[in-house]
């Protein structure tokens, strides 16, 4: 039960970072080709990334950050809402669960799944 809830968290906030990558990929005018090139990895893994078919890892963001010219909270969904908090966090894993329990919040309890009620 508790696998199950997290691996949904997981997938939503990998979802939301695609978006989010995508988008600032695109108003930067650049190709996953290109974006992948600056980051050392390949075009598909941008586009994995994108889709949230791949979990993005810590030191990933970082170099996204850089290579968009933005700030890591620009790409990690719903950090703008942690504020200060997202220090107090001990690992990526209690970021990201927090991150996404803030989305899951929004949707309907019927949607959700029986484990995640």
């Keep these: 039960m508790r696998v199950n809830y997290v691996k949904n968290l997981s997938a939503i906030v990998n979802r939301s970072f695609g978006q989010k990558l995508s988008r600032i990929r695109g108003l930067r005018d650049l190709t996953q080709a290109e974006l992948g090139s600056r980051i050392g990895v390949s075009r598909t893994t941008i586009a994995n990334l994108e889709i949230g078919k791949q979990n993005v890892q810590l030191h990933q963001v970082f170099a ?24 107090v966090f001990r690992n990526k894993d209690q970021m990201f669960i927090a991150i996404a329990k803030r989305h899951l919040s929004s949707v309907p309890k019927g949607k959700r799944g029986k484990e995640n009620e």
């Design 64 to 87: 996204l950050a850089r290579a968009l010219n933005t700030q890591v909270q620009d790409l990690i969904p719903g950090s703008q809402d942690l504020g200060s908090d997202l220090d």
